[in-house]
């Protein structure tokens, strides 16, 4: 693995149905991130991880749960999907949370909900 | 809150100069970053203002002002490749941790 992996590459799923979107990084990074990104709308971010056994919300957390057991992995879980929750999902992690914080981003997850 | 204000779309024409500027209301400022990103990629960092001034990479630079709460991408010399999304981003501290917060991007179209 080099950087940051996310899997799937895309997905569509029933309403209704629990889907986790995986995201993996090999740079050590204290901090990551989920965001969504959809059209005219930028990049949002959902939850994110300042260091491994902790998470925080950001700006749309509802409907997504999100979990950092170890330093390298960042699953996003969505329980009962929408289809509102359709968008492109990004992963992205950083060495620090602070101030300076280069983010490096996977190459996102499409994800469909009917 | 925090909010950032950029322009939808830029365009111009190959070799010219381009300036996407972006305006911020932020709780506290941690420094401004620029992104690119690529239709159908992701989003790359291009750089990081903390101070007031300008930075220069390459053909990319970025410049600051933190009395003004605003900054600029400017991009010389473009590139047909040039052509992408352009987002400022800010953090903002919020609850003890630093929050990242991106503005909703420029659209630069760059002709021939």
Redesign the interface.
Same mark, same amino acid.
Do not use: H, L, W
């Given at each position: 693995i080099a950087g940051i992996t996310q899997a799937p590459t895309s997905q569509i799923l029933a309403a209704g149905r629990r889907m986790t979107l995986r995201c993996t990084q090999d740079m050590r990074h204290n901090a990551m991130y989920w965001y969504r990104q959809d059209l005219g709308l930028g990049l949002r971010l959902i939850h994110y991880s300042n260091t491994a056994g902790t998470t925080g919300k950001g700006e749309v957390p509802d409907g997504y749960s999100v979990s950092r057991a170890n330093t390298d992995d960042f699953p996003l879980t969505l329980a009962s999907a929408v289809p509102s929750q359709t968008s492109v999902y990004f992963c992205a992690s950083s060495s620090t949370s602070g101030g300076y914080n280069e983010q490096f981003f996977g190459p996102g997850t499409r994800l469909t909900v009917l | 809150g925090q909010s950032l204000e950029q322009p %939808?779309e830029v365009t111009a024409v190959e070799g010219a100069i381009v300036q996407i500027n972006c305006t911020y209301q932020t709780s506290g400022f941690?420094?401004l %970053?620029w992104?690119q990103q690529h239709d159908g990629?992701? /989003?790359?960092?291009l750089s990081?203002n903390?101070l007031d001034g300008l930075e220069e990479t390459g053909r990319f630079s970025s410049f600051l002002s933190r009395s003004d709460s605003y900054g600029y991408l400017l991009l010389q010399e473009l590139q047909m490749k040039d052509s992408a999304s352009y987002?400022c981003a800010v953090?903002d501290r919020r609850?003890g %941790?630093?929050? /990242?917060?991106?503005?909703?991007?420029t659209s630069l179209i760059v002709h021939p």
């Open positions: - | %939808s941690y420094g %970053s992104y990629g992701a /989003p790359t960092f990081y903390g987002f953090r609850g %941790s630093y929050i /990242p917060t991106f503005g909703r991007g």
